[in-house]
């Protein structure tokens, strides 16, 4: 791995195309299962109110053929919201499902829309909800997507009931479209608001002040998303704990204002040599852990081993008496959460250095994990 440092910008882009990337996707925003689960009731619920709609008054439907494909479509609209009901219970985090979840609501409702009667349907307000609920949820990327799918699909419909719309009270339609189009881009603009306000308050408030690196606050914030698509299209993922060895000492003899100084060079240090694609933070005092997506275990040793090869470096340079033991961890050998995982390699790396004595030497390892 080259240094950030040393790279010109040509061979910097070379080395960025090689990187794992993250699809789009993955970088969405984690929603809790409590809240996905809260999503679902409301699908439920808007299930029951369009079946009783269409069948409690037989004259709603435009024939007795448009209210057999209702409840058809009714009938499968149930099946696949139970099926991610059940997908999201196993696995919380999946960007693919809350949009195929998210297309199947905005397809049912043009559906419902093509075999109600009226003009002025209530199934058009079940379109604000589905761009309200996606967008609120899981980011401007959905919200945008919604509003462009709501829009195109109401266009569809327009389209096609032509002239039964034309028909109807033209003033009455005329004002229902611009009192709709306008409450959803004024949502728009206000979500999209909130959305940076929220994004610059959570970046702020995730940064460690002294490195600026991510704090442990954010380090949690980002494995979330990142435990959670372990295992997801074969990705994989490795965690180094960096410790920094007689950090006290140094605090001791020349004060805390030089130790902080050595934090920022190290964090540096440790930046410089990892990927766009991973997640460095100070976790504590003298402790660094970096989270490394789309790595083996074996591929986290290498860097672990150019980290401690970089900082003795630096500290011979600056005639400091510092090293670093790191412990290396993998997903989900060691565990399924960020906190499992970091306490069996904390024991292991402690194993190493008693073993050791605080040696660079590898330590002996064991579901294919180690220290260094």
Same mark, same amino acid.
């Given at each position: 791995?080259?240094?950030?440092?040393?790279?010109?910008?040509?061979? /910097?882009?070379?080395?960025?195309?090689?990187?794992?990337?993250?699809?789009?996707?993955?970088?969405?925003?984690?929603?809790?299962?409590?809240?996905?689960?809260?999503?679902?009731?409301?699908?439920?619920?808007?299930?029951?109110?369009?079946?009783?709609?269409?069948?409690l008054d037989a004259s709603v439907a435009r024939s007795p053929g448009f209210l057999v494909l209702i409840d058809g479509a009714l009938a499968i609209y149930l099946l696949l919201i139970t099926l991610y009901l059940l997908h999201a219970r196993r696995q919380a985090y999946s960007p693919a499902r809350w949009r195929l979840a998210m297309w199947t609501d905005l397809g049912m409702v043009p559906l419902a829309l093509l075999a109600d009667s009226n003009a002025l349907s209530p199934a058009y307000l079940v379109f604000l909800v589905v761009i309200l609920g996606n967008g609120m949820r899981y980011g401007m990327r &959905?919200?945008?997507?919604?509003?462009?799918?709501?829009?195109?699909?109401?266009?569809?419909?327009?389209?096609?009931?032509?002239?039964?719309?034309?028909?109807?009270?033209?003033?009455?339609?005329?004002?229902?479209?611009?009192?709709?189009?306008? &409450?959803?881009?004024?949502?728009?603009?206000?979500?999209?608001?909130?959305?940076?306000?929220?994004?610059?308050?959570?970046?702020?408030?995730?940064?460690?002040?002294?490195?600026?690196?991510?704090?442990?606050?954010?380090?949690?914030?980002?494995?979330? =998303?990142?435990?959670?698509?372990?295992?997801?299209?074969?990705?994989?993922? $490795?965690?180094?704990?960096?410790?920094?060895?007689?950090?006290?000492?140094?605090?001791?003899?020349? =004060?805390?204002?030089?130790?902080?100084?050595?934090?920022?060079?190290?964090?540096?240090?440790?930046?410089?040599? $990892? /990927?766009?694609?991973?997640?460095?933070?100070?976790? =504590? =005092?003298? +402790?660094?852990?970096?989270?490394?997506?789309?790595?083996?275990?074996? +591929?986290?040793?290498?860097?672990?081993?150019?980290?401690?090869?970089?900082?003795?470096?630096?500290?011979?340079?600056?005639?400091?008496?510092?090293?670093?033991?790191?412990?290396?961890?993998?997903?989900?050998?060691?565990?399924?959460?960020?906190?499992?995982?970091?306490?069996?390699?904390?024991? /292991?790396?402690?194993?190493?250095?008693?073993?050791?004595?605080?040696?660079?030497?590898?330590?002996? +390892?064991?579901?294919?994990?180690?220290?260094?």
């Amino acid at each position: 791995m080259q240094d950030k440092r040393q790279m010109t910008p040509d061979r /910097r882009a070379k080395e960025r195309r090689r990187r794992p990337r993250r699809a789009a996707d993955a970088t969405a925003r984690p929603v809790a299962w409590a809240e996905q689960r809260l999503q679902f009731i409301m699908r439920y619920f808007f299930w029951a109110l369009s079946l009783a709609y269409f069948n409690l008054d037989a004259s709603v439907a435009r024939s007795p053929g448009f209210l057999v494909l209702i409840d058809g479509a009714l009938a499968i609209y149930l099946l696949l919201i139970t099926l991610y009901l059940l997908h999201a219970r196993r696995q919380a985090y999946s960007p693919a499902r809350w949009r195929l979840a998210m297309w199947t609501d905005l397809g049912m409702v043009p559906l419902a829309l093509l075999a109600d009667s009226n003009a002025l349907s209530p199934a058009y307000l079940v379109f604000l909800v589905v761009i309200l609920g996606n967008g609120m949820r899981y980011g401007m990327r &959905f919200f945008t997507e919604a509003v462009a799918g709501a829009f195109l699909l109401s266009a569809v419909i327009v389209a096609l009931r032509f002239g039964e719309y034309a028909q109807a009270p033209s003033m009455h339609l005329t004002f229902f479209a611009i009192f709709g189009a306008i &409450f959803i881009l004024y949502a728009y603009s206000l979500t999209a608001k909130l959305d940076n306000s929220r994004r610059t308050l959570e970046h702020e408030s995730a940064l460690d002040i002294l490195t600026g690196l991510l704090n442990r606050r954010g380090l949690y914030k980002k494995a979330d =998303g990142l435990f959670q698509s372990v295992g997801v299209e074969g990705r994989s993922l $490795s965690v180094l704990f960096a410790d920094l060895n007689r950090f006290k000492a140094i605090n001791d003899r020349f =004060g805390h204002h030089v130790g902080d100084g050595v934090l920022k060079q190290i964090a540096q240090i440790i930046d410089a040599n $990892s /990927r766009d694609s991973d997640v460095v933070s100070r976790y =504590g =005092g003298d +402790e660094f852990v970096i989270l490394l997506p789309d790595a083996t275990v074996e +591929e986290a040793r290498m860097v672990s081993q150019r980290l401690q090869s970089a900082v003795a470096d630096w500290s011979l340079s600056n005639n400091i008496s510092l090293s670093v033991s790191i412990g290396l961890g993998g997903v989900p050998d060691d565990g399924r959460d960020l906190q499992n995982v970091l306490k069996q390699v904390d024991q /292991r790396m402690y194993q190493g250095k008693y073993s050791t004595g605080n040696s660079a030497r590898p330590h002996p +390892e064991g579901n294919g994990s180690g220290s260094a």
